[in-house]
């Protein structure tokens, strides 16, 4: 028998189906098996399950929900995808906290919607309450990597570091060849200041078989970027791209182009800035940081070509528009446009400060 599928938006998880535990047979002292069950094989159902929720496709959702309640009253997994898509479709947070809540009298050991009731929690500021449920979620199931992660992420927020990092440090047991939980171990290392323990974790990390070097290099190098290390960082990254095929992601090119600016390696940065740039030309942040570097390297007319890209993602970045002020004041000598940017800039982050 299949749960509700859960989606963790707030960390980019993809939606999947669980499989319920056997002894929930014996929980339902209301409900028959068949009841809880026949919904599993429904095509209207399978095909809810197979809609994202950050999709546009909310309305064939809700048709489908409607469909579903009516063949299938009072059905727990039924009830967690209303919950699921009041929370993520609606955005409301108190429906899809009742909804959950009756979704879980009904399958109290499913950990999936225990995991979904405590991100409702937490988007609602309820951090110890979501910690609670994720514990539960745990306990439940201690496979899942992402339970970990988000179990360490509640510690994380309460500022609880120690107790988070316990949690990552036990997903990394589970799931030693899995990047992700080395990266939030990293992050819990370095809100406790421990460049020991870190160093320690990623010299055991390196040597894992299957563990993706290239992802764990770009991890520890953000940990030294939090720590302001920016040499160290640098080493990583660079170790991390020079193999044939770098496993980098737009944001690892991004940081690593900091750290190189950091210790006055302008070109390099440059260079690896205009990576970012190429992988995800939505950032505005990645051209206002190609920006700044060129504006080091007294490079004008990539600073006006730059802010114009960060402009066109985002029209009203206001660091954007001082750059194009820069770039037209010394770079073109162009002392009326750049008189025009700068006043924008201004009333741009004038007006966010409201």
Partial sequence: MKSSRIIFAEIFLSKRLSFLKFFLLFVFKFFSFGTFSSQQKD?????????????????????????LEKKYPENGYILAERGGWQMYGDNDVNAALITLSKAIKLLPNDDNILTLRGVAFYRKGLVEKALEDQK??????????????????YHYALGDYDSALSVFLKGVEKHPSQAEMYKEAFAAYAKLNNVNGAKDLFNRGILVKNLDAGFLRCYFG????????????????????????????ADDYNSAAISF????????????????CDKDPSKPEYFTNKADIAMNLKDYETVIASATKAIAADENNALAHMYMAIGYKWGRNDSAKAEWYENKANALDAASKK
């Fill in 43 to 67: 095509p209207d159902y399978i095909k809810l399950t197979k809609i994202s929720y950050t999709t546009v496709d909310i309305n064939e959702a809700y048709r489908l929900l409607t469909v």
């Fill in 136 to 153: 539960a979620a745990l306990m439940i199931n201690p496979e899942p990597i992402q339970f970990y992660i988000k179990l360490g992420g």
């Fill in 222 to 249: 953000n940990f030294y970027m939090r720590l302001q290390m920016y040499k160290e960082a640098s080493e990583q990254y660079q170790l991390a791209y020079d193999v044939p095929e770098p496993h980098m992601y």
């Fill in 261 to 276: 600016m950091k210790i006055g390696n302008l070109n390099k940065a440059l260079s690896l800035i205009s990576i970012a």
